[in-house]
């Protein structure tokens, strides 16, 4: 009656095994580390000795995966960052005004003139023409430079609107092509915010898109989200504009498609340059930090063939005329141009620190952020709490254990020394697959993971009550074990489903630590599930075939 | 000899005063909800917006100092609290400074926070921030609305899975149990004004997981009864399930508790209130499933006829073997 085939033995065995090898990296959790550093090192080409000794710490053939502590534990900076998309909106009509402009100019004879009303949002064109008349003519002109896009819900769609009344046009763009800008912008933002974090070189950050238009970064080890903040938050939006003119306030009347610009470096200057720029930092190749010929910082950049044709037409028929490079609407440095430039490579010099010269280099290289960012949530936790946490979760968790293992000896006996083996072997396994899947364990996770302990025991409890039942009306030891696990196990199975339930809840409306918590419950009532009735059943078995009691105290 | 929590057969009467708990609970449940309602909870910045600081100085702490020297920044509300925990050490002195949300929708700035710094050094020099959490108004709207989302979601799924398992009868005792557990337990939360935060959330959905854990057991017995007693009166299947598992219940319950216990003495002040959460809904939990989920069973009636399934504990799980 109380038989489990050999195989199903052999497989459970396994099972435990697995699971303690798999945990067992992070009770070595320095080490471990180290040592996968090192290989990670030594892989990418630094073989040094010291990388070496450092690999040979830990044995290549065991397994070396770590549970990801969370950053309430290991420290770090956390930061929620929203895109504002809208931005892109302005940027694609600014660039645009020059071609509507161009497109309308050869039709003056039947629309008048035009101008572009600057009281307009700023996601928008409004043209005002003095002969409304010719409004059809000009909105037939417009209408052709608008390119159809791709959409799921159907062709026909283009790119920007145009409508027109009485002597005024407003060009937008349509509402398929908002859509499909905005996703295109936080995608954008997303992998130049990655190139940026990877360019400073930190360990496991987490970069992810959260609904619609936000960013989750999280970066452990960090000291501050300011600091984070000082990596990713700029903008660097590098263009290079023809300078109209020279401005000592920055209320200064600009006119119609130029606008006023503070200096990056001399208080009180302003330039007034043209808003459509002559090449953007999006055409750039290379930055690198240098020096200019008199030995001061500076940075050497590359443009692509198409920047490099535009640069280099402009230089040609602009020589003598001052042009600005602009960093995030401030003026770096306005220079003369002294000649034709035409390889498409340049050097910017302004008032630079070395650092500062190879930060914008960096900066550059990453390419620009599309848009700005606001941050809509900031977490900075110190090492030293998340230490505190640490050590604190040990020892509650230890103590949690210990009386729990030592009131299951007392109420059951024998029998609570078989569930306290498959209670130890839970654990192992939580702490194994949390490091196989590279879950991340958080301080609520830790929580988690002592209720589990606290709960874990509950199937065999129920499993011993009612072998105790069993007993009680008289049925014989093997008869009763096996009915007290029979029955126990709808009990069992409806109780484990329900909180199941709740923790894949959590796992889905929750974000961070409260995420971690879901983890380790799941885990914990799938591992204590097993345990309870795989591994102590086979205990119970196997000593049952040893010893062949005649009458069993539960 | 054995260590047990309850006696080896108990045959208490759990229903000679059924409406006596029924009104306890409603009075307590009240009682919880006109102090929700009067004082309301004390957020914490997570649904409220805001920033916390954790300082840590080594000297003695006056918040009336604290208060005094950030006063001159102009952040509107701020609060201070003075930290302990027994595992402190001894020139370890913590607070907690929390400051509104500001009018803008983004985070607080790094200035500000700077500004914060530099003005409390000056009453506590070397004053270290060791963690600043900052959340704009903007996502903490969103966050409560997710919340009370997962909550409610939380306690529909169960109500259609129990009503899977049982009869729609068992469903509604457990909901009215589960109600009734997060409802104390917020109750308690905002008669202590213990700070309301997102972790506080995943441990109310923890409670009601456990309460419906011991509701369960409870139920699963009182279906099996109720096949093998067919002439028996529902109030005596129902005590007599309820007295079967007690042990159990007891058992749970205390190795639970005593896990829990530890974590909140030992497992320090940053998750006190999760813990101290649950086990408000463990206690409500056990006391729920036994004077609540069941009495509501016994009010509502339930089917007696289970006469279809052919197994002893009729249903697909009962064919599993090891």
């Not at chain 1, 043209?127 to 896009?149: D, V």
């Not at chain 2, 259609?160 to 997060?182: C, N, P, S, T």
């Not at chain 2, 190795?255 to 006190?272: K, N």
Request: proline share 4%.
């Amino acid at each position: 009656m109380l038989q489990i085939d050999t195989w199903k033995r052999v497989l459970i065995w396994l099972a435990c095994v697995a699971g303690l090898l798999a945990a067992l990296p992070n009770a070595f959790y320095s080490r471990v580390e180290q040592h996968n550093d090192a290989v990670a090192a030594i892989e990418l080409g630094a073989d040094t000795p010291a990388n070496q000794t450092m690999a040979n710490q830990w044995p290549t053939w065991m397994p070396s995966g770590l549970v990801n502590l969370g950053l309430d534990l290991r420290g770090g900076a956390h930061l929620l960052a929203e895109v504002k998309v809208q931005d892109v909106y302005e940027a694609r009509m600014d660039a645009l005004w020059p071609e509507v402009r161009n497109a309308l100019r050869g039709e003056r004879a039947t629309i008048g003139t035009f101008r572009r009303d600057s009281e307009a949002p700023v996601d928008q064109i409004r043209l005002r023409i003095s002969q409304p008349e010719g409004l059809t003519q000009a909105m037939q002109i417009l209408r052709g430079l608008a390119n159809p896009i791709q959409t799921l819900t159907g062709a026909g769609a283009n790119d920007i609107e145009i409508i027109g009344s009485g002597n005024t046009i407003t060009i937008q763009l349509s509402d398929a092509e908002k859509l499909a800008t905005d996703d295109r912008t936080v995608r954008q933002s997303l992998e130049i915010i990655r190139r940026r974090i990877d360019e400073v070189g930190t360990r496991e950050p987490t970069i992810q898109r959260q609904g619609a238009d936000r960013i989750l970064i999280q970066v452990p080890g960090i000291s501050s989200a300011a600091e984070l903040k000082k990596i990713i938050g700029t903008t660097a939006q590098l263009t290079f504009n023809p300078v109209v003119g020279r401005a000592s306030r920055a209320e200064e009347r600009a006119g119609v498609g130029n606008k006023v610009v503070p200096s990056l470096d001399q208080p009180g200057t302003f330039y007034i340059i043209e808003a459509a720029p002559v090449v953007t930092g999006e055409e750039l190749v290379d930055a690198q930090p240098a020096f200019d010929q008199n030995g001061r910082p500076a940075v050497n950049f590359r443009f692509n063939t198409s920047g490099a044709r535009k640069f280099g037409d402009y230089t040609l028929e602009n020589i003598g005329q001052p042009f600005a490079i602009v960093l995030d609407d401030e003026v770096i440095s306005a220079p003369v141009i002294q000649s034709h430039i035409p390889g498409g490579s340049g050097i910017i010099t302004g008032n630079f620190s070395v650092e500062e010269s190879t930060n914008l280099a960096i900066l550059l290289r990453a390419g620009a952020l599309p848009a700005e960012l606001e941050f809509l949530e900031e977490r900075t936790i110190g090492p030293e709490l998340g230490q505190d946490s640490i050590d604190a979760g040990r020892v509650a968790t230890a103590v949690a254990f210990v009386g729990v293992l030592v009131f299951m000896v007392l109420s059951y006996g024998l029998f609570g020394i078989f569930a306290n083996v498959a209670l130890i072997v839970n654990v192992c396994l939580i702490f194994g697959v949390l490091s196989a899947i590279g879950g991340t364990l958080t301080l609520p996770g830790i929580a988690g993971i002592v209720l589990t302990v606290g709960m874990a025991v509950d199937a065999n409890v129920l499993i011993f009550e009612r072998i105790r039942e069993e007993i009680k009306s008289g049925r014989g030891p093997a008869r009763a074990i096996d009915e007290g696990y029979n029955k126990a196990l709808s009990a069992i199975v409806d109780a484990n489903i329900t909180t199941f339930i709740t923790a894949v809840i959590l796992f889905a409306m929750g974000s961070g630590p409260v995420r971690g918590f879901a983890v380790t419950l799941g885990l914990g009532i799938v591992t204590s599930v097993f345990t309870a009735i795989f591994v102590t059943r086979l205990l119970v078995v196997m000593w049952f075939e040893r010893r062949r009691p005649k009458t069993i105290e539960v | 000899m054995r260590l047990k929590l309850v006696p080896e057969k108990t045959s208490f009467d759990f229903f000679s005063r059924w409406k006596l708990w029924l009104g306890v609970s409603c009075v307590l449940m009240l009682v919880g909800f006109v102090s929700f309602a009067i004082q309301g909870l004390n957020f914490g910045i997570d649904f409220r917006g805001g920033t916390t600081i954790r300082t840590e100085a080594t000297t003695e702490i006056d918040v009336g100092q604290y208060r005094a020297a950030i006063a001159p920044l102009e952040l509107g509300d701020v609060s201070i609290t003075e930290v302990f925990d027994p595992q402190f050490a001894a020139d370890q002195h913590v607070a907690m400074v929390r400051i509104q949300a500001q009018a803008d929708g983004e985070a607080l700035s790094s200035d500000v926070i700077a500004a914060v710094q530099s003005a409390l050094d000056t009453v506590a020099p070397g004053i270290k921030f060791v963690s600043v959490e900052s959340v704009g108004p903007k996502v903490s709207g969103e966050l409560v609305k997710t919340a009370v989302l997962a909550v409610l979601l939380a306690i529909g799924a169960v109500l259609v899975y129990i009503w899977l398992r049982f009869e729609w009868q068992f469903a509604v005792g457990a909901v009215v149990a589960l109600v009734h557990d997060v409802i104390l337990t917020i109750g308690i939360f905002s008669e202590l004004q213990i700070k309301f935060d997102l972790a506080i959330i995943a441990a109310l959905l923890t409670i009601v997981g456990y309460s419906l854990n011991d509701t369960v057991v409870v139920f699963d017995r009182v279906r099996e009864n109720l096949r093998r007693y067919k002439k028996k009166p529902l109030s005596e299947v129902l005590n007599i399930s309820i007295n079967e598992t007690l042990s159990r219940t007891m058992m749970t319950s205390v190795t639970t508790l005593l896990a829990l216990i530890s974590l909140y003495i030992l497992g320090g002040d940053v998750i006190r209130g999760f813990v101290f959460a649950m086990i408000c809904g463990v206690v409500f939990g056990t006391y729920s499933s036994v004077f609540v989920a069941s009495t509501i069973l016994l009010w509502l009636g339930v089917k007696r006829d289970w006469s279809k399934p052919s197994t002893p504990t009729g249903n697909q799980f009962a064919n599993v073997d090891a």
